[in-house]
């Protein structure tokens, strides 16, 4: 008989008065019978060499185990299993897995279950098997055994690689005098020996069979195999010898290794505390505590099961107590501890409770669980008030928290409940200050009514911005109602109780508040914050009168980013060699509206030994500022706003890469200047400022981009603010990206000064302008394309003010040839010779077809050798130009072109 199959299952199933046996191969099937009363030799089955996996199971009693409809009748009968068999066979050599049950072993020798009958076998399962008396099992690759259900039987079990051995429902309080049990499983990582006893790790070797005589050497022998377990459950029986143990002095060994401690009990009574407190004298580094009071009955008695101790009347408290010192090592390491109970609170837990409570240093939670939810709901009165009972008692542990928690074991209920489960509530912590910071403060702090899970959300949630709560805080004269007034007046008191009442472990991350308020109102904010270890302060407020600097953020090592904005009338700063003594952890620094009259020059502030880790400045509306030198070596990102007063500024910073100057320098001065260096600087914004009478900007080498743009005033330009222009154009002729605003247009087509002194830029790619594009701004134009001879692309923002004049193109302005526009642009072909070979993209906003944009778009398509698009953007226009714009764009198309590659798109 021979097949391919690796899987044999073997059922024994009893048809008629025959006996069929089925052997079951994948889709085969082959019926063997036998006669009438006997058994099953199993010789037959050793012919399969092949066989990885067997499942052998004799099915009496009514109870069917294989497929098909279950047989009429059972006979009783039984199935062999000889070693001999095996042996003479040379065995499953190939077997893995082996399962027995209800097998008659009766001829089955010690050592059939070894490397010799079994060498590949991983995984066996013996369970219910009789008439043996004595087991051996030596396979040296078995990583899993199981043997359940066994009666009067010796056990020897060995193996290296035994990874988990359980062994439940062993009947070994047999008659045989020579009973016994020995195991030697060094490696085990799981072991189980009846229902309950689990550890982690074990080693049992020569363990004595249970008898009312030998109980308490047995337990001792038991717990000593498992002295190296992480993780142990005791069961009421074991505690029961524990009891016993506690009077002699204890275990004489510890759990050097344990972590994880369950203790099952049959219903918490005073002798169990004898155990439990054996237990935690042998577990002085155990974290996690779990004591489940279990509904198994058992007679109820409250006695302590000790003369000494009945008849001194003990109370429950007072043993506890008693131990406190003895159990010094366990109180210091214990942090969780779970109480899982079926009929409700009763002293027995509250009494260990207040023991932990009192004297668990290191405690951090403590669970109440109830394990039945109808019976918690029935006598939800009466828990909650013995749980409040536990809430109150007193606690060595500042840290801990008390939880009552459900822990229902009926499936149908828990199937009921889960359907209403909050799992918002299970996400961490971070996670859900993540998502509550994208909604309002007001909302945030509605959740903490949920509860005390969102209550602790609440007082710990880092992000606090009140800008969703508060409105801009406006000048205090204004016209503004009283009931504004009052509300204002609410929402900053509602900021001072929420900074109040957070809980005092949680720091605050980011703190967001704009309010009109007093001054001290706001320094009091400002140090609640300082106070939490804020990271980032944010503060926009409105006050009676000027204000200080609130001092107390300048020594803070938590503050990192710091915004302090006054809407009205302005803040004062301290002396430099204040702010320049603290600052220390600050890498973002803004502040507006600062009130500078007596104190005009900050040289100092900002020097190189000045905030020492900061990468970002801005300073906006700084009113008396005359003189500012900016030095910090960390700093990055420099603006500064609104200095309409400004008259010199000095900016040297060897990490700083951006750069922003807004609406400075006092155009009336006598004399004002700038200068400015940094290697690494690579964006230079410089916007509507009044021109210095002297610029130098040095050693630019990495500049990416540049923004210019002048305030101008009617009268005429100096001389000196021209070369001041000329040597601010210099210093940015590493630029590879430029913006120029028509006021620079303005500049260079009114003074034929640039047409000589303007520095070319070489590096230079993009080009933007932004013109009115008249008569006057075509010099102006050219003397920029000159200066421009790589550039690539190519943007003119036309500005389209009524107030411009321009001509607009018509057909004769076409047909002629020796226009004024078209002469100067012809005259200007072998000065814009690289310009014209290098532009490859122009594209001209505001196009409206008039005369000097149409002149130099013709001039750009007759010479423009590498254009490869031009993009003419016109916008909106009326029906009646609608006409004329298609004539003009017909004889755009109809010239010739310098690039045969070019293309025009209208837009």
Request: aromatic share 10%.
């Amino acid at each position: 008989m021979s097949f391919e199959s690796n899987v044999l299952t073997v059922y024994i199933c009893l048809t008629r008065l025959d006996i069929n046996i089925c052997i079951l191969f994948d889709r085969y099937r082959i019926y063997l019978n036998t006669p009438k009363g006997k058994g099953l030799d199993i010789c037959i089955l050793l012919s399969f060499s092949r066989v990885e996996n067997l499942v052998l199971k004799f099915c009496s009693n009514n109870v069917f185990c294989g497929p098909g409809p279950p047989p009429p009748t059972s006979l009783g009968l039984e199935l062999g299993f000889s070693s001999s068999h095996v042996r003479d066979a040379g065995g499953l050599r190939s077997l893995r897995t082996l399962s027995l049950t209800n097998v008659n072993l009766s001829d089955v020798y010690g050592d059939l279950f070894s490397d010799f009958s079994f060498p590949l076998l991983e995984k066996l399962t013996i369970e219910s098997c009789r008439s043996m008396n004595q087991l051996g099992i030596f396979c040296e690759d078995l990583k899993d055994l199981q043997v359940c259900g066994m009666e009067k039987i010796c056990l020897d079990i060995s193996g290296m690689g035994l990874e988990r051995l359980a062994a439940v429902k062993l009947h070994l309080t047999s008659v045989i005098s020579n009973s016994c049990v020995n195991i030697f499983v060094p490696n085990t990582q799981t072991f189980q020996w009846g229902p309950d006893e689990v550890a982690e790790k074990g080693l049992v070797h020569f363990w004595l069979p249970v008898n009312d005589a030998k109980v308490k050497t047995h337990t001792v022998v038991v717990l000593s195999a498992l002295s190296q377990a992480e993780k142990l459950t005791i069961s009421f029986q074991i505690l029961e010898s524990l009891s016993k143990i506690y009077f002699e002095g204890g275990l004489p060994f510890s759990f050097v290794n344990l972590k994880t401690l369950e203790i099952i009990t049959a219903g918490l009574r005073k002798s169990d505390f004898l155990g439990i407190a054996c237990l935690f004298k042998s577990s002085p580094i155990v974290e996690g505590l779990k004591i489940v009071i279990s509904p198994i009955h058992r007679p109820q008695d409250d006695k302590w099961n000790d003369i000494l101790l009945d008849n001194a009347l003990w109370s429950e408290e007072q043993f506890w107590e008693s131990q406190a010192q003895t159990l010094n090592s366990f109180l210091c390491h214990i942090k969780k501890v779970d109480f899982s109970v079926v009929t409700g609170i009763d002293e027995t837990v509250i009494s260990v409770a207040r023991f932990l409570l009192k004297h668990g240093i290191g405690l951090q939670e403590m669970n109440i669980c109830p394990q039945n939810w109808k019976a918690y709901q029935q006598n939800q009165t009466g828990w909650q008030a013995k749980f409040k009972i536990i809430e109150e008692l007193p606690r060595a542990s500042e840290d801990v928290e008390i939880k009552d928690q459900v822990d229902d074991d009926d499936e149908s209920e828990k199937s009921n409940r889960s359907r209403s489960v909050d799992r918002i509530s299970d996400l961490p912590d971070y996670v859900l200050h993540h998502i509550l910071f994208l909604l309002p403060i007001k909302t945030v702090a509605q959740t903490s009514v949920l509860s005390k899970r969102w209550r602790s959300i609440w007082s710990s949630f880092p992000d606090l911005d009140f800008t969703t709560l508060t409105r801009t805080p406006t000048k205090p004269h204004s016209s503004s109602s009283s009931k504004s007034l009052s509300q204002n007046s609410k929402e900053t008191d509602f900021i001072t109780q929420v900074l109040t009442l957070r809980d005092k472990h949680s720091d605050i991350r980011i703190l967001r508040f704009g309010s009109r308020l007093s001054f001290s109102r706001l320094n009091g904010l400002i140090r609640l914050a300082i106070r939490r270890n804020v990271q980032e302060l944010d503060v926009e407020v409105a006050t009676e009168d000027y204000f200080n600097f609130p001092r107390c953020v300048i020594a803070s090592d938590s503050l990192r980013i710091f915004k302090l904005k006054s809407r009205y009338p302005g803040f004062r700063l301290p002396p430099s060699s204040v702010m320049t003594s603290g600052f220390k952890s600050l890498h973002s620094l803004s502040l507006s509206r600062i009130v500078l009259y007596n104190q005009p020059s900050l040289c100092d502030m900002f020097g190189e030994s000045a905030f020492p880790m900061l990468k970002k400045l801005s300073l906006d509306a700084c009113f008396g500022l005359k003189y500012l030198r900016i030095g910090c070596r960390a700093l990055e990102d420099l603006t500064l706003e609104n200095c309409f007063q400004l008259q010199g500024l000095d900016v040297l910073g060897g990490k700083l890469e951006r750069l922003r100057i807004v609406r400075c320098f006092d155009a009336y001065a006598d004399k004002s200047w700038v200068k400015i260096g940094g290697p690494r600087l690579r964006i230079i914004l410089w916007e509507n400022n009044a021109i210095t009478d002297s610029s130098s900007l040095d050693n630019l080498s990495s500049l990416q981009e540049a923004s210019i743009g002048f305030f101008l005033l009617q009268e005429d330009i100096s001389v000196a603010k021209l070369q001041s222009v000329s040597n601010l154009f210099m210093g940015l002729y590493h630029a590879h990206c430029l913006t120029l605003d028509t006021q620079c247009i303005e500049i260079l087509s009114n003074s034929n000064y640039f047409a000589v002194y303007l520095h070319p830029f070489n590096n230079l790619k993009s080009l933007e302008l932004h013109t009115g594009f008249n008569k006057n701004n075509v010099p102006g134009l050219a003397c920029i394309f000159r200066s421009s001879p790589m550039l690539h692309t190519l943007t003119l923002n036309i500005i389209n003010d009524y107030k411009i004049e321009r001509r607009q193109w018509n057909k004769d302005l076409w047909e002629m040839s020796n226009s004024e526009e078209e002469k100067f642009w012809e005259s200007q072909t072998q000065a814009l010779r690289s310009f014209l070979q290098n532009l490859t993209v122009v594209k001209i906003q505001g196009f409206l077809e008039c005369e000097n944009e149409v002149s130099l778009a013709k001039f750009l398509l007759k010479h423009g050798k590498a254009l490869q698009e031009m993009i003419l953007c016109t916008g909106h226009c009326k029906a009646r130009y609608s006409l004329q714009r298609q004539k003009i764009r017909s004889q755009m198309m109809g010239f010739s072109w310098a690039s045969s590659n070019a293309k025009i798109a209208f837009h």
